[in-house]
């Protein structure tokens, strides 16, 4: 299974939503993660199965789609979310898509 | 509490076999449902998913690199190793070994890594 994401990067502000969009090369159902990376940190996941929010991952992080298009959405970025953020499909082995970073505007 | 900490060399090199080992507490590779799975990640680059090792010793490779790689469990040392054949500096990166994580009730077929170790550079260098 093939995953890109979209985009690559982006520059957003504090207080901004912001979308990244993560899609497969053949239909997964809503087998579908989210992590999220800070420099030199190991990834920590933040939703499964598409649009599960892992415990203690604040609200204004969701999760949509299924098939072969996902969304990862966060509500009012704060300070703490500049991060890169990786999809992972565990349908047929857990393949990571090539990353979103996200930065300061 | 789960904790894994990988370990091995920092430096190999080309055409050597790499050697890592997983150490990790706070549960057993011998409970059914339990899996540790290996990661890496060359320096600024994405995640790539290596190898996952199951409960009952099921055994699952990246098909682009499963020629090269073995993964093995030692129950009663609560280890994981991961060899990796015919190094290239191509495969210098980070080597991050993870819990398999699923979810419970109707969601138990859903699967993710966490934690994860602290992950280990590996440089591939002559």
């Known amino acids: 299974i093939q995953m890109t994401q979209s985009p690559s990067s982006l520059s957003a502000s504090v207080g901004d939503t912001v979308s990244i969009t993560c899609r497969t090369s053949?239909?997964?159902?809503?087998?579908l993660n989210w992590y999220q990376q800070k420099p030199g940190k190991a990834p920590k996941p933040l939703i499964y199965?598409?649009?599960n929010l892992q415990d203690g991952v604040p609200s204004r992080f969701s999760g949509s789609g299924s098939g072969t298009d996902f969304t990862l959405t966060i509500s009012s970025l704060q300070p703490e979310d500049f991060a890169t953020y990786y999809c992972?499909?565990?349908?047929?082995?857990?393949?990571f898509g090539p990353g979103t970073k996200v930065d300061i505007k | 509490q789960i904790t894994l900490k990988e370990s091995g060399p920092a430096l190999v090199k080309p055409t050597q076999t790499l050697t890592l080992t997983c150490t990790f507490s706070?549960?057993?590779?011998?409970?059914?449902?339990?899996?540790v799975g290996w990661i890496r990640q060359p320096p600024g680059k994405a995640l790539e998913w290596l190898a996952l090792?199951?409960?009952?010793?099921?055994?699952r490779y990246n098909p682009s690199l499963k020629s090269r790689l073995t993964i093995a469990k030692d129950t009663s040392k609560n280890q994981v190793v991961l060899t990796m054949t015919n190094m290239d500096p191509v495969d210098t990166a980070t080597y991050y070994c993870?819990?398999?994580?699923?979810?419970?009730?109707?969601?138990?077929?859903?699967?993710?890594?966490?934690?994860w170790g602290q992950g280990t550079l590996v440089t591939v260098s002559s």
């Open positions: 993870a819990h398999r994580r699923h979810g419970s009730g109707s969601n138990y077929g859903f699967n993710w890594f966490d934690p």
């Open positions: 090792i199951y409960w009952d010793d099921d055994k």
């Open positions: 706070g549960f057993s590779l011998s409970t059914s449902g339990v899996g």
């Open positions: 992972q499909e565990s349908y047929s082995s857990f393949t």
């Open positions: 199965a598409a649009s």
């Open positions: 053949q239909r997964i159902s809503i087998y």
